[in-house]
Structure formats: C-alpha cells, structure tokens
C-alpha cells in the first residue's frame, strides 16, 4: 500500500451537491465543544439502547431476529433503526437544520456529508475512544493508517469508521465485475474456441459469424452488447489501456513512470473509440447500444439475443445464471474472457481500485445519552475475525448458519424458517430475520461469506467464481494517492465536472456512430475543442496536479 494520509476520501458523492445554508461554522473551529464533548458525562450505559439513522432507504422492522440477539444476548444492546426517506442529502439538511438525530447516524463515506455534519456544530469528538483498549478493544484494533486520515487539524476524528479491510497490505479485491464476456454455446456453434479470442481480429470473427446465426425465436443474433448507459465500454477502454476507475478520485487516472496520463488524453481513448465505431458500421455492435435502458438490455439477455457482452455482468443480469440449475437457458452459458492484446498496450487500464479503507462513518450526536451502548455495539461490530461480517448481517455461527465442512469453507443456513424468510425476496419478510447491517463491521481477505455459501441454485456459484477470475486478469489493483485526488470547494473540479460529464456523453454518441472515417475524425476534433471550451479540460488538469502535488507533500 502507498496511501498517504492525505489521499484517502472514498467513495464521494457528487461534489457539486451543496448543503443548503443553516449549519453553524465548522465545529473543529470550537473549542469549547471540543473540550465539552471530550469530557462528556454521558458515557454511562443508559439501558443499553440507540437509535441508529441509516443514511439510505430501507424497509425497517426493529424486532428482527437478529436485533433480538443483539438485544438479549451480545453485544446486549437495543439498537433501534430509522431509514432514510428519499435523497439522502436533502434528509440530512433536513434533520440537521431542526435539532439533528437522537444518537447516531451512518452513511456511505463522503466529503459532501463528512463536511455538512462538521459544520453543524452537532457531533461529538471521538478519538479518545480509539485509544481505550481495555474498555474497547475492537475500536483500539482499527488499522491506525485509516484512523490517522480521518484526523482534522486539531486532530479530531468526528466518526467511527466501518466496512474496511482488517489488514491494508493485503486487501480482499472486492467485486470484479467488468470484462469481456461471451457464450460458449455460440462459440461451439461458430466453430471456435477460447484461444481464438485472444485477438481483436480474433473477436471480429467471432462476432461475424454469430451474426449468422439465430436465436430461439428465429432473429440473427445480436453479435454485441455494450450498455452504454451504465458506462460498460469502459470494459473497451480498459483493453486499449485506459485507466476508467479511481477511488473517490475526481478523475481516473494511469501512471506511467513519473508521468500521470488523464482518461481522455490517453491514445488509447481514441483507439477504442475507432474500434468500437468500426464495428458499429459493421452491425456487429446493436444499434441500440446508445439508447437501451437497463430494463431492455436486461430483457435481451434473458432472451440470449446477444452471442457477446462487453460490461459489467451486474449489468446484464446475474440473475440470468444464478437461478438456473443446469444448462437450460442462455445465461448458463455466459462466461469472462481475457482482454484481447491489442497491439501497442502493454498494460491494461484499471477497471476497478481496491481500496481497503473505511467505506461508511457513524457520526454521533453531542446529545446523546447513550454513548456507551453506541461504542459498545460498534466494538462488538468490528471485532476484527474473518467472519464478523457474516455475524452482524445474519447472527453468530450456530444460531441461524453453520459451517459445511471446516471453518473458513462452505457455509449454509442451518435454520429453515430464518433461510425462507431471508431468502424469500420479499423485502418485508428479510427485515423480520435481519436488517442487513454488515456495513457497519469490517472485512477480510482470509475469507469471502458470498463467495463460499450455500446456493439454491447451481449457478449461483457462478457469479463468485466470475468475480473472482475477472480480478485476476489485470485490470484490477490496489489504490494509490493519485486514485483519490478530490476536488476542493469553488475550484474548478467541483465548477466543471458536470460539464465534462455531458461532453463525453454527447461526443461518445457521435464518435460510436460516425457513418465513415471522415466523420469519425471530425467528431473527435470536435469532441477535443469541447473538452477545452465547455469542459475546461486543460484548467481541470493543472488544478488535479496542484491538488496531488500538495496532497504528496504532506
């Protein structure tokens, strides 16, 4: 791991979304809060019981059967859940400007919310309680890298952090899901093999020949699917070299040697663009790639209209295979291939950084009178063992699941009525077994729950193993400083990136369907002037290096 201190913000909402006015100044700025808050008097149990505010929507039952075991038996604390109704940070300007929340509240972590609880004067100091190993062992054991970043100038941490990964050096690489996936059914039937894949000409071939073919209602074959509107050609970009992911970053970004190369500078970004625009003319990409929704290319899948897919496979549905039990439809035979090599790249761009720092932050009001249940119940929460997370969403081993064979193996429901329940899809009857509050333990590389457990179907083990080879192909890695650079308030990030956002949504459009190479040329000049004109790409990029370099010399 090379993140420094001050590199680390995940997971950032948009950071143009403002908090509307009300918030008192910064509370750090106050040192009578800060001395008042440090020495609190409200750190008596006060009948072991909180309520908890999620900062998302959730159907909330409060009598779950494992609340009860929390309540009854440990960590002996009554935790009482409210969720969040509509847009999270419209709720939130809501409850902070009428008085705030009763005890505490998580939410996904972001600089956008971390600053709007800052500044309102609510929150209570909590770093003393990282440093209590007898009383809380659990929050004295978080990595002390994730605790340092958190610090403010004063060095204050104002949250508890949760759903990290226990050991930094050697994170869990989390969902892989971006690749290139095909039908090995077509592929039989085309007459071709894996190794064949292995080239851009490779693919070509194979889309060709699949546009020959029919489906089971009698049409040609869509030869590729791409669902440009949750952004899968990313999984193109990737091949060619394009770095598309970061880690709450503004931007991605690829290093290469001491340089650092922006997604759309990237030759690669062209590259793929040409390719892609190739295969439109050629009706080897659907042509409705520009326009379907997630509902109709979802529909399409299901009715395996495509021979290729090049995405995220939450995208086109892992439900496709997940729920069959043998070879009885299209999505059984759905599978990742490798990137193509592509001459010229020799590394492939990121598609996915795995970030092991905390993902949520648990903020607790000044007023609370029950600041021992609340440390109580996330000490039990972040009890640092591979399981834990498995514990909090679905009870301790033995209750209501149990291990297959060995600790750390397969594991299954051990309870029928909880198992239906659970696995019911009903939404009301999950909330009376659990309320799913895994985010607010950690996570371990050692062992992976979704990736080993008892599927009613035999194709739910498919989604795990597809995950599992997708991070293995070289488009995946660690976090690095440049991953997280953020914008700062009234710059040009946060002024422009909306802008840009627009401009490569309308050019992307223009360059994927130009009807000849004259066109194609014309659109990426044009594409390139709007960057500068109305994307301010040239001001974003000079600002990103100041932003990096003052981070890197903290």
Same mark, same amino acid.
């Given at each position: 791991?090379?993140?420094k ?8 909402l ?9 918030c008192?100044g ?9 001395a008042a ?60 400007n009428?008085?705030?929340?009763d005890?505490?509240?998580?939410f ?5 919310i ?8 609510? +929150?209570? %100091? !909590? ?6 190993? #007898?009383?809380y062992p659990s &929050? @004295? *054991?978080?990595?002390k ?37 095909i ?8 007459g071709?093999t894996?190794?064949d ?7 070509e071939?194979?889309l060709k ?11 040609? +074959?869509? %030869? !590729? ?6 952004? #899968?050609?990313?999984?193109? &970009? @990737? *091949? ?12 991605p ?5 001491g ?12 590259a793929a ?6 295969l439109y003319?050629d009706k ?8 379907d ?11 395996g ?15 496709l ?6 070879p009885t ?7 990742p ?18 970030n ?8 607790i ?14 000490d ?10 498995m ?20 594991w ?43 599927n009613?179907?035999?194709?739910g ?17 660690v976090?690095?400083n ?7 308030a009234?710059g040009?990030w946060?002024?422009?990136?909306p802008?840009?956002t ?17 066109q ?14 109305r ?20």
């Open positions: 791991m090379k993140l201190r001050s590199g680390i913000v995940a997971l950032t948009a950071a143009t979304v403002g908090i509307a006015a009300g008192s910064n509370s750090h700025t106050e040192p009578n809060n800060a808050s440090s020495t609190n008097t409200n750190t008596k149990d006060s009948g072991g019981k909180f309520k908890l505010w999620l900062g998302w929507t959730a159907t909330v039952n409060n009598d779950s059967l494992v609340q009860q075991y929390w309540r009854t038996e440990e960590p002996g604390v009554d935790v009482q859940l409210e969720a969040t109704q509509g847009d999270a940070l419209t709720a939130l300007n809501l409850k902070l009428t008085g705030g929340f005890d505490a509240a998580i996904n972590r972001s600089q956008v971390d600053d709007a609880m800052k500044r309102s004067n609510l +929150l209570m %100091p !909590l770093e003393q309680y990282f440093n209590m190993p #007898d009383k &929050l @004295a *054991a978080i990595p890298e994730y605790l340092e970043q958190m610090k403010d100038a004063d060095g204050h941490i104002w949250s508890l952090p949760s759903w990290f990964d226990s050991n930094p050096s050697e994170p869990w690489p989390g969902w892989s899901s971006s690749a290139w996936f039908r090995t059914d077509v592929l039989e039937k085309v071709m894996e190794n894949l292995t080239t851009l000409d490779g693919v071939s194979y020949k699949a546009a020959e073919l029919k489906d089971e209602s009698g049409k040609n +074959l869509l %030869p !590729l699917g791409i669902l440009t509107d949750k952004n #899968d050609e990313n999984a193109v &970009l @990737a *091949a060619f070299g394009v770095t598309v992911a970061s880690a709450g970053g503004v931007t970004v690829k290093q290469d040697g340089n650092f190369i922006f997604m759309y500078d990237n030759p690669g970004f062209k663009y040409k390719w892609m625009n190739g003319r080897l990409i659907d042509p409705e790639a520009l326009t929704k997630s509902e109709r290319y979802v529909e399409k899948n299901k009715n209209r495509y021979a290729m897919n090049i995405g995220s496979f939450w995208n086109f549905d892992s439900s295979w997940e729920q069959l039990d043998g439809g299209p999505g059984w035979f759905y599978k291939i490798p990137f193509p090599k592509i001459e010229g790249v020799n590394v492939l761009g990121t598609t996915q950084v795995i092991p720092y905390p993902g949520f932050d648990t903020y009001s000044k007023n609370t009178k029950n600041l021992d249940a609340i440390l109580k119940f996330y039990y929460t972040l009890t640092q063992k591979p399981e834990q997370n514990v909090v969403n679905e009870g301790p081993v033995g209750k209501y699941w149990g291990w297959v064979d060995q600790p750390y193996g397969k299954a429901f051990t309870d029928e009525n909880y198992k239906a329940l659970r696995n019911s899809g009903d939404q009301a009857k999950k909330a009376q077994v659990t309320p799913e509050l895994y985010m607010t333990s950690n996570y371990s590389n050692e062992w992976y729950a979704w990736w080993t457990n008892e009613v179907h035999a194709g083990v498919k989604t795990g193993e597809f995950s599992q080879e997708i991070a293995k192909m070289g488009a995946t890695r976090a690095e440049y991953d997280m650079v953020k914008a700062k009234g040009a946060e002024k422009y990136a802008e840009l627009t401009v490569y949504k309308e050019y992307r459009a223009k360059l994927l369907m130009a009807k000849d190479d004259a194609f040329e014309k659109a990426w000049t044009e594409f390139a002037s709007a960057l500068e004109k994307g301010h790409w040239s001001e974003l990029k000079t600002e990103w290096n100041e932003l990096y370099q003052a981070m890197s010399n903290k």
